[in-house]
């Protein structure tokens, strides 16, 4: 999958920006070079220019396997890049990003989740935990009382907490963004663009599943490309 990912976004490259490639080679590590390493940096934000590539990665997170795989996030609302560092580095720099929101307007986006934890009164697979903070019951599986269980509802995108038989969809303006659930614990939710469910940013697991499914793998050459 990365693979093509990064074929397809260098085939965008050749097309748009017939340019020389930007010389990561020739940059001196000093941390005002994004293709370096430095984990000291995690949180660090770099002025993006290319404008058609930015509307192309804007909210993703993205990965460069060329230069031991460091990631980066890029910002949905303001034109940067902000190195990320190591997933315990990661989950704090994406945390602090964050703008708030409250529940009833987090219940409206799909759900997502990598390795679930705690206690499950009902048994659907949802932790009491998670479901209190996604608006579910947690003493019935069924929350809605439709023919579906939560998790069923929240694996197929559709909301558990109403019954309406609709896929839920993630606005344009919302994709890519960090939110913090105010009127809980402040707790850290990022909109995924690919799939269209918020995930919650808990813990560095919670990270490292993002990265791991979600990343797009970049080249150096369009990562330079990027800044430019
Ligand atoms: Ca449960
Ligand atoms: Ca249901």
Redesign the pocket.
Known sequence: MKKIQIISLFMISIFAFPASAYDCSQIVCDCSCPTCTCHNYAGKSFAIKNDNLYNHLRGRIIITPQNNGETYYISATEKKLYYLGDYSQALKVMQGLGTGANSETLKKVGTGYGRLNGY?????????DF?SLIGTN?GT?NTDGDRYS?KIEIDNNYNPNKGDGKRMLMSNNLKGRIFLQVDRKGEAWYMNPLDEKKYLLKTQDDMSNLINKFALGISNYDLGRLLK
């Open positions: 499950d009164s009902d048994k659907d697979g949802l932790p009491d479901e947690i599986f939560d």
